[in-house]
């Protein structure tokens, strides 16, 4: 690989050894970090798979051969969807430490967190709820609407350094507590939660946690149940390289007693389902006599699943996998470390911590859209830029070449 000096000198006074990973994909391609063979070449340099990750090649192939079975080809040779919809969940459950049972499919989420709010009968019976500035912005109206309810919302506030403070979330817990809801990585700046601290602060007053981890599963090492974790939900279009439209909800088995079915379903039914209405069946008492599934599926499942979802992510939690999250963190971390460090010697003022291991660097900029727009269009880079900041996503397929053309596009002097 080349490595353009100013990027390796911007990133090596903190950046240890890289570590390298190969793997090869469904297509037979071998891929290695960078893993720019798995994915199709692209017009620009992109630092926005925060925003939404491209998919590998071999995630294209297996949807490829979807549409040949939903077209009824004559190439087509066959497969089981419920199968994959399994495997799906066996892959997720390895990649984020959870078992099998304490996940099921669901759409987003969003509809993951509010799923979890329903299961707790909130706003029903009052109590506290506590959040902070970094948990994802959409869920700031959830919590709004719950507040306007009756509940008591304490959002958190963001340090100077982009942090949230131990201290403030141990002074917010009380008795009165029902839920800690957070990012574990946050979509405005990367910062990363301590789960298991969250956890144990929570669980020493009688509160569950919630945490969105769509920012951490795929990217950045993660153990549920190590953690302590309640709850979690994650969408496959971020770090696990899928789509829109799938997504994954984790409810911890020890604390299923706790909660109750927020909605039903016909796929949180399981066991023998028999009818009572039609022409041959048994008599009985009721329309249909049937039980429930375990686990998470049980309590959560709706209907339908996203099977071009499901063909994606066959492949791209396997690539994952074979990567190792790990190996993709100690990846990008020198590439990390350059941004912030020049960055800051050039003036501009940091949102995301040092010290950071996730994939998202963020900086405040007043006026940043305005600002910046020209100049990264020249530069053929594309990131998140908003009204007054900016975010880069490093993924697998990133190199020191694009930090360099990053940081060759910025402003050498932050627009005052």
Not at 28 to 46: E, N, Q
Not at 382 to 404: E, I, Q, W, Y
Request: proline share 6%.
């Amino acid at each position: 690989m080349d490595v353009t000096r100013r990027a390796l000198v911007a990133g090596a006074a903190t950046v240890p050894a890289v570590a390298h990973a190969a793997s090869a994909d469904a297509s037979g391609v071998t891929a290695k970090l960078p893993a720019k063979a798995a994915f199709a070449k692209m017009p620009y340099v992109y630092l926005d798979s925060g925003s939404t990750h491209p998919m590998p090649l071999g995630a294209r192939a297996a949807l490829e051969e979807y549409l040949r079975f939903k077209t009824r080809d004559a190439t087509w040779t066959g497969y089981d969807m419920g199968a994959k919809e399994r495997a799906a969940i066996e892959g997720f459950g390895a990649l984020v430490g959870a078992a099998p049972d304490e996940l099921c499919l669901i759409q987003s989420t969003t509809m993951g967190e509010n799923l979890v709010l329903a299961a707790l009968g909130v706003p029903r019976g009052g109590g506290r709820i506590v959040t902070d500035a970094l948990h994802f912005f959409g869920s700031f109206y959830t919590y709004g609407e719950l507040a306007k309810a009756g509940m008591d919302v304490v959002t958190l506030p963001m340090t100077g350094d982009g942090r949230i403070e131990m201290a403030a979330l141990e002074a917010a817990v009380n008795a009165r507590t029902r839920l800690v809801a957070l990012s574990h990585v946050s979509t405005v700046n990367g910062f990363e939660h301590d789960l298991k601290r969250v956890c144990d602060i929570a669980h020493a007053h009688g509160a569950l946690v919630y945490a969105d981890i769509v920012h951490g599963a795929g990217s950045t090492p993660l153990d549920l149940r190590a953690s302590g974790v309640d709850f979690a939900a994650c969408s496959s279009y971020k770090w696990l390289m899928g789509d829109f439209g799938l997504a994954f909800l984790y409810v911890r088995r020890e604390v299923r007693d706790r909660i109750e079915r927020p909605w039903w379903g016909y796929h949180q039914v399981g066991g023998r389902f028999q009818t009572h209405l039609y022409p041959f069946d048994p008599p009985g008492e009721r329309p249909a006599d049937y039980g429930h599934a375990k686990g998470a599926e049980g309590l959560f499942a709706m209907g339908t699943t996203s099977w071009t979802g499901v063909v994606q992510l066959e492949h791209s939690l396997g690539f994952i996998h074979d990567l190792t999250v790990p190996a993709i963190q100690a990846w990008r971390q020198p590439m990390a470390d350059a941004i912030q460090g020049e960055l800051r010697r050039r003036g501009y003022r940091p949102l995301t911590p040092e010290g950071s291991r996730t994939p998202l660097v963020a900086f405040a900029l007043k006026d940043a859209r305005a600002g910046l727009a020209e100049p990264l269009a020249r530069a053929g880079v594309r990131m998140t830029v908003g009204a007054n900041r900016f975010r880069v996503s490093l993924s697998v397929f990133n190199d020191m070449n694009d930090v360099d053309r990053l940081l060759e596009a910025l402003p050498k002097v932050p627009p005052a």
